[in-house]
């Protein structure tokens, strides 16, 4: 059973940043896709960053050019970088990973407020 435990939320300013960082029990380069997702209260859960294991990253247009998502093989976790947080990025942080089939982490809460 595949498991990932993210860590890194918390409460922020608007402006402010954060670093989500992901850690999976099994060798990440035997997934396909890796990504982060997110779920607001009353909303459902979207996509927010992927990356392929050729590299190839794509982003929510929302969050396009203020998050960043990169992997670290070595030590198996995934990071997501979130600059310029606003508070519609308040939402429960999800790691996933996917081959035959996706794998989710309990989530972590980040909360953007003055």
């Known amino acids: 059973q595949v498991q990932l435990v993210e860590s890194g939320g918390g409460l922020v300013q608007p402006g402010g940043s954060l670093t989500l960082s992901c850690v999976c029990s099994e060798n990440i380069r035997s997934f396909y896709v890796t990504g982060w997702y997110r779920q607001a209260p009353g909303k459902q859960r979207e996509l927010v960053a992927s990356?392929?294991?050729?590299?190839?990253?794509n982003y929510l247009d929302s969050v396009q050019g203020r998050f960043t998502i990169s992997k670290n093989n070595a030590e198996n976790t995934i990071y997501l970088l979130m600059y310029m947080l606003k508070p519609e990025d308040t939402a429960v942080y999800y790691c996933?990973?996917?081959?035959?089939?996706?794998?989710w982490g309990q989530g972590t809460q980040v909360t953007v407020s003055s």
């Open positions: 990356l392929t294991s050729e590299g190839i990253a």
């Open positions: 996933n990973v996917r081959r035959t089939f996706g794998y």
